[in-house]
């Protein structure tokens, strides 16, 4: 398959640790965040979402946080699995009337056996 | 359900050629997004269709056009390609124009020689 990224950031873990991706965003106007996640030569594959006024999302063995104060946003995996091996993108919708997402330059997650 | 489905796979063209990339969503729903993705980049938003017209649009030049059909599928037009068009052109559903998850294609990998 082809490569998603060339030179992402890498986080790299083992399996059974917990995971924990960081994405700063720009717009302080976003009501909107999601966190996808892309395999090589595929789409991406949505997460979990936020909206504005939450600051803590859960789902099935991830966690999102949002900190509107300093624009962050992170992912947690909870025992990370080989197969959540992929890189991850952060996104923002700074649209009005219209989803327009706006991407992170994405995080490359290794999951070592 | 059928997932959102994108043809061709991949294609290549020559700069000053032109191409026409399809994309069917799922099923339910009436809103199109296409995004282009530069190698080991995020994708970024070219534009929105809804309900046939276009309804919000990137930064990308008027010879990136587009269409939506009466049954939610979509077209990508690019004319006048530059080697730079060169990308992964993703197309993305969701239901309704500003709210919803948005469901990627597995995208069509074009190359410009």
């Known amino acids: 398959g082809e490569s998603v990224g060339l030179h992402l950031p890498t986080l790299s873990v083992q399996e059974g640790d917990n995971s924990i991706i960081n994405c700063a965003y720009s717009n302080s106007a976003s009501d909107y965040f999601i966190w996808y996640k892309q395999e090589s030569g595929k789409g991406p594959q949505f997460i979990i979402d936020i909206r504005s006024n939450m600051d803590k999302r859960q789902g099935q063995r991830v966690t999102v946080l949002l900190n509107k104060t300093v624009k962050h946003l992170s992912l947690q995996i909870a025992a990370t699995q080989p197969g959540d091996s992929a890189v991850y993108f952060c996104a923002e919708n700074i649209g009005t009337g219209f989803q327009k997402l706006v991407f992170g330059t994405g995080t490359r997650l290794l999951v070592s056996p | 359900e059928t997932g959102v489905t994108q043809s061709p796979t991949h294609l290549i063209k020559t700069r000053g050629q032109q191409v026409t990339l399809r994309c069917s969503s799922q099923s339910g729903h009436n809103t199109v997004s296409w995004y282009q993705q530069a190698l080991g980049q995020g994708p970024q938003f070219i534009f929105q269709y809804y309900r046939e017209e276009e309804n919000g649009r990137g930064n990308f030049p008027p010879r990136f056009s587009g269409l939506q059909f009466p049954n939610y599928s979509s077209e990508l037009n690019v004319n006048a390609l530059e080697l730079d068009d060169s990308a992964l052109y993703l197309c993305?559903?969701?239901?309704?124009?500003?709210?919803?998850?948005?469901?990627f294609g597995p995208g069509t990998r074009l190359t410009v020689t």
């Open positions: 993305a559903s969701s239901l309704g124009a500003d709210t919803g998850e948005q469901y």
